[in-house]
Structure formats: structure tokens, C-alpha cells
């Protein structure tokens, strides 16, 4: 476990910038959307709370970039496939 978070790591800090941020944005609504299927808002948890909920919804997101290639990377920038 401790070796694919080293893994993991490794493959975001040799990403681009620019990805990182899409990645942070895309995180930080997916939290925002599972507090609010819970019932929830930003305000109602803490900001440790709420810096935890978007650091797991990150690294949801770059595992999947991860793990699945370009049919990942197309659905993180929006593009869709027809």
C-alpha cells in the first residue's frame, strides 16, 4: 500500500501545472457534490474536514488519470466521446 502511494505520487509531481490545477478543481467539486448529496454544506464541516474530503477526491481523481489512460485524462478536461 505504502509503495503505490510513493507510486502515485511520483506520477502527479512529474504532471504539468495546468493538470494539477484541473485536478484540484475537479476535486473540490466532486466534495462539494458529496456533501451536498449528504445533506451538507462546505460551512457545516471543518476545514480539516473539508481539506481531507478534497485530498481523497483527488487522489480518486489521479488514480483513475493514472489508471486509465486517455479515455481518463478526455473525461477530466470534458471532452466527450460520440
Excluded: C, P
Aim: aromatic share 8%; net charge positive.
Amino acid at each position: 500500500m505504502k509503495n503505490q502511494i510513493n507510486e502515485l505520487q511520483i506520477f502527479i509531481d512529474k504532471q504539468k501545472d495546468s493538470l494539477k490545477l484541473k485536478v484540484r478543481k475537479k476535486a473540490i467539486s466532486r466534495a462539494k457534490s458529496s456533501l451536498i448529496l449528504n445533506g451538507k454544506k462546505a460551512e457545516d464541516i471543518s476545514d480539516e474536514d473539508w481539506e481531507h474530503l478534497v485530498a481523497d477526491e483527488e487522489s480518486k481523481i489521479w488514480q483513475q488519470y493514472k489508471t486509465g489512460g486517455i479515455a481518463a485524462v478526455a473525461a477530466l478536461l470534458g471532452i466527450a466521446w460520440f
